[in-house]
């Protein structure tokens, strides 16, 4: 099944703690963004990569990092994290000129 | 930056009725993209048009787009209970070096009384 595959589902951390939020698609897919939502913000993008080792930034990507090493995975990063990168993740992917494949979300609490 | 504005921000139908949503944006689009959320959950891919079209349909779905006016509407005929969600349109930009990801708007939340 074609799908893109992010974990964990739900995450809580403490203030500083680096974490890993891990997405991999089996589709082929170029490119490759992560997205963040919030109450009254909507989405908005983070993170996007065009191919492998290609990578720039989205509207908000304080506080992030990611990297694109495989065509597959494109995990994002948090250094350390803080209580205001609460919100709800979304890893998407998407082949050229046609629509976003996107995960299930991860839920992080940072507290 | 917020590319598209969804018009209204709720709506509240009768099942079987016929339910439309509006979306404006800013600048200069490749194709737009319209998305469906449930509750949470991850967002659904429903259709894509191209800068160069100006309608498209697939199934119960008419998406219309005008680029003069920056406006794409996104029409559901007969309404289920099921099709009751945030649906969110989404701008995509190409440039020089490839796809610059999708722009989201804020999203309209329908409801469909049974």
């Known amino acids: 099944e074609a799908q893109v595959t992010q974990n964990p589902r739900y995450l809580i951390t403490v203030t500083g703690k680096k974490l890993t939020v891990t997405c991999s698609q089996n589709m082929n897919h170029e490119y490759m963004s992560w997205y963040r939502q919030d109450p009254g913000l909507g989405l908005r993008q983070i993170y996007y990569?065009?191919?492998?080792?290609?990578?720039d930034k989205g509207d908000v990507p304080e506080g992030y990092k990611v990297s694109r090493k495989e065509k597959r995975n494109f995990p994002l990063i948090l250094e350390s994290p803080s209580p205001n990168q609460t919100s709800l993740y979304f890893c998407?992917?998407?082949?050229?000129?046609?629509?976003?494949?996107f995960g299930s979300g991860t839920r992080l609490t940072v507290v | 930056s917020q590319q598209g504005e969804e018009d209204p921000q709720a709506l509240s139908i009768q099942e079987g009725e016929n339910a439309t949503m509006n979306c404006s944006y800013k600048t200069s689009i490749n194709n737009l993209q319209w998305y469906r959320q449930n509750s949470g959950r991850g967002l659904v891919h429903l259709i894509l048009?191209?800068?160069?079209?100006r309608e498209k349909h697939s199934g119960r779905l008419r998406v219309t787009l005008d680029t003069s006016k920056k406006s794409s509407s996104l029409l559901i005929t007969a309404s289920r209970a099921a099709d009751t969600a945030s649906y969110f349109c989404a701008t995509a930009w190409y440039s020089g070096g490839g796809a610059d990801g999708l722009t989201f708007g804020k999203g309209t939340h329908l409801i469909i009384q049974p």
């Open positions: 990569s065009m191919n492998v080792e290609v990578t």
């Open positions: 048009i191209r800068s160069n079209e």
């Open positions: 998407a992917s998407s082949s050229t000129g046609g629509g976003y494949t």
